[in-house]
């Protein structure tokens, strides 16, 4: 990414697809961030920016380390980011790009789903996990059992005559 691109940005502030942390991240709340990221559209996180927009730039030689143990501890099914860096006025900023997830969902090492709304994560609500699950192809709801029903509540002729119908052999 080139340096204008990258200033184009911060400038633009935090957003859906934007995530501003300073280097002294935390690592469980980064990798939420990544999960809510991974759940949600995709975006970047730009490590060494303030909330305000102010690049502090990273010091850490071992950060590209951190996030990719980060990427593989913290966030289940794990997955591995895009990893750049960029000089702004001699302090280094790392681009960190995380695509919309291909196995979602996603979650933290503590068993937490997030998805990204605006500018912040949030833990993912029943409706939007199902969704989530739901889209995975995860579901199948031809498999789960319906609630208040027996056996007796089947029509053994409706089932007999399927069964002769799309399962009848040539003799």
């Excluded at 995709?42 to 950060?63: H, M």
């Amino acid at each position: 990414m080139l340096i204008n691109e990258l200033l184009d940005i911060i400038n633009g502030g935090e957003n859906f697809y934007i995530e501003f942390k300073e280097e002294k991240v935390n690592p469980k709340d980064l990798g939420e961030e990544i999960v809510a990221f991974a759940n949600s559209e995709g975006g970047t996180i730009l490590i060494g920016v303030s909330d305000d927009g102010k690049v502090t730039g990273i010091t850490d030689k071992r950060i590209e380390e951190t996030i990719i143990n980060i990427c593989r501890i913290n966030v289940i099914p794990n997955i591995i980011p895009n990893f750049e860096y960029v000089t702004i006025e001699d302090k280094k900023v790392v681009i960190l790009g995380i695509q919309k997830g291909l196995s979602k969902p996603y979650s933290t090492v503590d068993n937490k789903y997030y998805i990204r709304v605006g500018t912040t994560k949030r833990i993912a609500s029943r409706e939007e996990l199902l969704r989530l699950f739901d889209g995975n192809g995860s579901l199948h709801y031809d498999i789960s059992p319906v609630p208040n029903t027996s056996i007796r509540d089947l029509n053994i002729d409706v089932i007999r005559e399927y069964y002769f119908k799309y399962n009848s052999f040539d003799l």
